[in-house]
């Protein structure tokens, strides 16, 4: 175990035991359905509690319970939150895992387990703490379909003894998680206190780590990006919601439902002030969409990888027809199902270019729960702006997992309807055509039903600049080069990039969305311990700004970092840069379906780089010198 790398305390007397403050990962191994989520909640949020970052990553099975499931929470001074390669510290409760996920730790982790599984005898180069779980259970809990969800509780108690965490703390936290339901509070105080006490009496604490109260939580929140995107759904003036179940997005919908049941019911009435249906299928729940966008509703749908294929022809409508939408990519593993419960950012491709023919779609990154939020809210804007679908493309770690975030902005800006006709517009464009483009930014003016303006057919087929049915070749051509004209003005609309230029650095990164907080610690790893300088380009949206020409201009090498197997950023963004640009960017991949670690990126751009890595902090690399483009 590699120690001085890390941030430490060291004890007094001789041969003590160093301590690690505040830097840890906790992996909780349990089985689906056991009600381990209120413990690691419990867990995660009394060490934010106690001012330390934290994050917490959920991968869960997608069947039934009683499949294996994992929580990892990642604690750390400094604010990295990204996955973390290295399990410090090992809580085994699942005998079908047990074993492989001991085998799995590097030496000098930490194991918390069952006593009955006894498996301190698999290595000696680890830390081990049996604890008799269901004896202590037993003791707490005369119901006996309780107590495998009551003992989960117990392993709190024991860690909160081991690390230091404040008592008060966990109370406080299981009272926020359990606090409308008193006997459950009750019965999990016990269970809290009992492992405590056991550990007190009963383990000699033989790891280094430790949670130390600071003050970096202060003014933070914890909150998942799917409850995030709801807020801010709300915010920007949704009033319809179709949407069909599928992981991971259900819990946006499920969200503000709840949000809207509270916030949107008239008070005088008692009625709802909007509409929320859920759908048969995915393909009616954006035709019902954009039924209500093409109305002058603000609408709304959510959706999967295996949800987006289906919605292709209605996209081309929305597209075609020009139609406002607001559509959620909550990503997941794919082809095909996929893997339901895994992250990735697999339908970048996809999405841009959804339906058949020519069609471009406008997407926006989310990278942090905040931006979910802020781009809900940007979304709707934009759809009736440029009167299109908009894609929010999140991601299952986004979306379902907990993160920190600085509290939510009341918005302060008009909502944005874009060219909707009014008497006074009327006058001043003369002759109303719904697919005109009279300021030359290739968006047309759109009238509303029932407002008094000049009506038009919606077509979805052939049409001229009137709305009127056209299977003249130059009518078509016009109207695609206007949308072509639409969509650039659109780049000037997106939402700027995130941009940090090292003027010494001839490396640089491109990455979006979650990828981002593996980048920013990977960043740090390869200036302190390779001296690497980089600069970084976080899109934040599609199409790109005009930036992003020149970021990679200024660099001898750009690398590529998201999740999925086909580079598919990367093929987007060469195919919108001269090809001398192109050839510039190579890919960093990850798409194994967990969050991508920032160590993983650091040892493949030193790969591509030609490092021999020497100093990993986890576990060292030996790389030809003539394997990559650069020298040691």
């Known amino acids: ?152 509780m117990i392993y709190d108690g024991v860690l909160a003894h081991l690390l230091e965490i404040d008592m008060s703390e966990m109370e406080a936290a299981l009272n926020r998680q359990l606090g409308r339901k008193p006997k459950a509070v009750a019965l999990n105080k016990g269970a809290l206190d009992a492992g405590y006490q056991y550990a007190n009496d009963e383990l000699e604490k033989r790891d280094p780590l430790v949670v130390k109260r600071i003050d970096k939580t202060e003014g933070l929140i914890l909150i998942e990006g799917n409850t995030a995107a709801a807020i801010g759904s709300m915010m920007a003036g949704v009033t319809v919601v179709a949407w069909y179940p599928i992981t991971p997005s259900s819990s946006l919908c499920e969200s503000l439902i709840g949000l809207l049941k509270e916030h949107r019911i008239d008070p005088d009435t008692g009625k709802a002030t909007f509409a929320v249906v859920q759908a048969e299928d995915e393909i009616s729940a954006l035709g019902m969409t954009l039924g209500a966008g093409w109305a002058g509703a603000r609408a709304m749908t959510s959706t999967s990888g295996p949800g987006v294929s289906l919605m292709g022809e209605f996209a081309g409508l929305g597209y075609y027809a020009e139609v406002p939408a607001v559509i959620f990519n909550v990503q997941r593993v794919g082809p095909s199902t996929g893997l339901p419960t895994r992250t990735a950012q697999g339908d970048v491709l996809s999405t841009a270019f959804l339906s058949h023919g020519d069609t471009r779609h406008l997407m926006l990154f989310p990278a942090s729960v905040e931006e979910c939020y802020s781009m809900a809210m940007e979304a709707f804007n934009l759809a009736e702006r440029f009167q299109t679908p908009v894609f929010v493309m999140s991601d299952l770690d986004l979306g379902m997992n907990t993160w920190m975030s600085p509290e939510f902005d009341y918005p302060d800006e008009q909502l944005d309807r874009g060219k909707v006709v009014d008497r006074e517009t009327l006058d001043r464009i003369g002759k109303f055509g719904r697919y005109r483009d009279v300021d030359g930014d290739g968006i047309p003016y759109r009238t509303v039903p029932g407002d008094d303006m000049p009506a038009f057919f919606t077509r979805g087929s052939g049409h001229n600049e009137w709305a009127q049915y056209s299977e003249r070749p130059e009518d078509y051509q016009k109207n695609m080069d206007r949308l072509a004209r639409k969509f650039e003005t659109a780049r000037d609309w997106m939402p700027e990039p995130v941009v940090e230029i090292n003027r010494r650095a001839t490396v640089g990164i491109i990455a979006f969305g979650t990828t981002h907080w593996a980048i920013v610690e990977s960043r740090d790893q390869l200036l302190e311990e390779y001296e690497l300088q980089t600069s970084y380009y976080r899109l934040c949206g599609y199409p790109f700004r005009s930036a992003l020409a020149s970021f990679v201009q200024r660099h001898e090498r750009i690398y590529v970092v998201e999740q999925n197997r086909d580079a598919q950023m990367m093929t987007l963004i060469k195919l919108d840069l001269p090809a001398e640009l192109g050839i510039r960017l190579f890919s960093v991949l990850h798409y194994a379906g967990d969050p991508i670690d920032a160590r993983s990126v650091t040892n493949e751009i030193l790969i591509k780089e030609g490092y021999r890595v020497k100093k990993t902090g986890v576990r060292d690399i030996n790389v030809p010198q003539q394997a990559g483009v650069g020298g040691e």
Do not use: H
């Open 1 to 152: 175990m590699i120690i001085s790398a890390l941030p430490t305390e060291k004890s007094s007397g001789q041969g003590e035991l160093k301590r690690l403050v505040n830097d840890f990962s906790i992996r909780v191994a349990t089985v689906n359905g056991s009600g381990s989520q209120t413990a690691n909640l419990v867990l995660l949020r009394s060490i934010f509690q106690m001012g330390v970052p934290v994050s917490g990553k959920n991968l869960f099975p997608s069947n039934i319970a009683g499949l294996p499931t994992w929580f990892t929470i990642r604690a750390n001074a400094d604010g990295y939150i990204a996955a973390k390669k290295r399990v410090d510290f090992l809580v085994a409760m699942n005998v079908e895992t047990a074993r492989e996920d001991v085998l799995a730790l590097q030496p000098g982790a930490a194991v918390l387990y069952d006593e009955p599984l006894q498996l301190a005898t698999l290595r000696d180069d680890l830390i081990f703490y049996p604890v008799p779980f269901d004896k202590l259970v037993k003791d707490i809990c005369r119901d006996v379909k309780l107590r495998r969800l009551v003992k989960n």
